[in-house]
């Protein structure tokens, strides 16, 4: 569970059910998508192991929906530092990294462009904007 301030999460992870409600409300509200400035090139940091107190805490999406992971990716943390890809579909964003040491085997091909490696089960490859 998190800590809010003004409905925004400041610390902590949400489960699955949460952020499927969240998004939920936030389509059935009628919300429309806000045009984003360009997104930097991907500059790749290497392959990092992560664990349940996340090593970039912040998931930005847990299922990518695009064909571009990096470019999604990057994207959608662009407020932060790093962001990484994780376990084939996922994307997390932070402002630090490598809090659990470096990996060598991040190999599960991206979801939706396999020529793209995401990391893969509580690994990430990691890049900055």
Do not use: Q
Request: glycine content about 10%.
């Amino acid at each position: 569970m998190g800590k809010f301030y003004e409905g925004i999460m400041t610390t902590g992870v949400t489960d699955d059910a949460t952020d499927d409600a969240v998004h939920a409300n936030i389509l059935a509200v009628g919300y429309k998508e806000v045009p984003l400035p360009p997104v930097p090139p991907a500059t790749a940091l290497g392959c990092y192991h992560d664990k349940l107190e996340y090593d970039l805490p912040v998931r930005a999406i847990r299922f990518m929906e695009t064909e571009d992971p990096l470019e999604e990716c990057g994207r959608l943390c662009l407020g932060y530092k790093y962001f990484a890809l994780e376990n084939g579909h996922e994307c997390r964003c932070g402002n630090s990294f490598g809090k659990y040491g470096k990996a060598s085997n991040c190999s599960t091909p991206c979801k939706n462009d396999p020529t793209v490696m995401c990391g893969g089960t509580w690994l990430e490859n990691v890049y900055s904007h």
